[in-house]
């Protein structure tokens, strides 16, 4: 072999070494960002998948907050108009009572009640009162029933109040109470059975 060829096989030979150890550099290197990359990738994949949890959990909250503050109104709606609906029927309700006060069977309610409270107390005294209204009753009803009745310093809209001192009882069918208890116990229930 000539100089020439034997420096150009050194040559040849030298440049496939240096290629081949050149390869092998920019692979391992191609290896090494590609590794990191991936790195990244998950990384970044983790971050992501995190701040989507993150974000649907506060919407998810933000979203229960609202629907719990608009419930919230809608009952605190619902619960006026109701009471304003409670109110207008107690309205109406005292209106019939008083168109009821001026019938004969109101005047039948009223010696019914007087006779019950006379048979209750028996032989002990009894003070029944009668409502300021039914003044001009009085009569009629003293000498139906056979009792003295007194006109009582409250109004308490019609009906008749007994008391029976000696056992500390007092007999209470005055409308005004009755509308009271009824108007204590009213309540709408809704369409679900939820008051």
């Known amino acids: 072999m000539t100089l020439e060829e034997k420096i150009s096989h050194l040559q040849t030979t030298?440049?496939?070494?240096?290629?081949?150890?050149?390869?092998?550099?920019i692979d391992s290197h191609r290896e090494a960002l590609e590794k990191v990359f991936e790195d990244h990738k998950a990384e970044a994949r983790h971050q992501a998948e995190t701040r989507i949890k993150a974000e649907t959990t506060n919407a998810r909250l933000s979203l229960n907050q609202a629907a719990a503050k608009s419930q919230l109104e809608i009952k605190r709606q619902r619960g006026k108009v109701q009471q304003e609906l409670k109110?207008?029927?107690?309205?109406?309700?005292?209106?019939?009572?008083?168109?009821?006060?001026?019938?004969?069977?109101?005047?039948?309610?009223?010696?019914?009640?007087?006779?019950?409270?006379?048979?209750?107390?028996?032989?002990?005294p009894v003070t029944i009162y009668i409502n300021p209204s039914d003044e001009s009753r009085r009569g009629d009803l003293e000498?139906?029933?056979?009792?003295?009745?007194?006109?009582?310093?409250?109004?308490?809209?019609?009906?008749?109040?007994?008391?029976?001192?000696?056992?500390?009882i007092l007999m209470d069918n005055s409308f005004k109470t009755q509308l009271r208890n009824e108007y204590d116990k009213f309540m709408f229930l809704g369409g679900d059975g939820i008051a």
């Open 87 to 124: 109110d207008k029927i107690f309205e109406e309700a005292l209106s019939l009572v008083k168109d009821y006060m001026k019938t004969d069977a109101y005047n039948d309610f009223l010696l019914k009640c007087i006779r019950q409270a006379v048979r209750y107390a028996g032989p002990d």
């Open 143 to 168: 000498d139906a029933a056979r009792v003295h009745l007194t006109i009582s310093a409250e109004d308490f809209i019609g009906g008749v109040r007994a008391v029976i001192r000696s056992r500390n």
């Open 14 to 25: 030298s440049m496939e070494q240096a290629r081949t150890e050149g390869n092998a550099i």
